[in-house]
Nanobody, 125 residues
Framework: QLQLVESGGGLVQPGGSLRLSCAAS????????TGWFRQAPGKEREGVSC????????NYANSVKGRFTISRDTARGTMYLQMNSLKPEDTAVYYC??????????????????WGQGTQVTVSS
């Protein structure tokens, strides 16, 4: 059974940076597309970024383009989300998720089969 564990969340000032990590166990991520989602208080969960199983293609929500970068280390079974120029509106619980399929990744959560427990990111002065 594939399990995902996020880490790296915390409190950061506006304009600061954080790097989230998502470690997989129980399986490698070789055949899995992986993604990051977030849910702010009182809001629906939204897709932030994803990376295809090949690692060749990525996708970003418009709200984070140019500020966030998704990457993965298949050998370590770990995915990352580098978040720069953080804004208060980036405050949310961030979740990593994955599904087993090739081709371009999708930012719609109904595609994803496995989810982490989430890590809190708070952007505030």
């Amino acid at each position: 059974q594939l399990q995902l564990v996020e880490s790296g969340g915390g409190l950061v000032q506006p304009g600061g940076s954080l790097r989230l990590s998502c470690a997989a166990s129980g399986s490698t991520l070789d055949d899995y597309a992986t993604g990051w989602f977030r849910q702010a208080p009182g809001k629906e969960r939204e897709g932030v970024s994803c990376i295809s199983s090949s690692g060749m293609t990525t996708n970003y929500a418009n709200s984070v383009k140019g500020r966030f970068t998704i990457s993965r280390d298949t050998a370590r079974g770990t995915m990352y989300l580098q978040m720069n120029s953080l804004k208060p509106e980036d405050t949310a619980v961030y979740y990593c998720a994955t599904y087993r399929m090739g081709g371009a990744c999708r930012l719609a959560e109904e595609w994803y089969d496995y989810w982490g427990q989430g890590t809190q990111v708070t952007v505030s002065s």
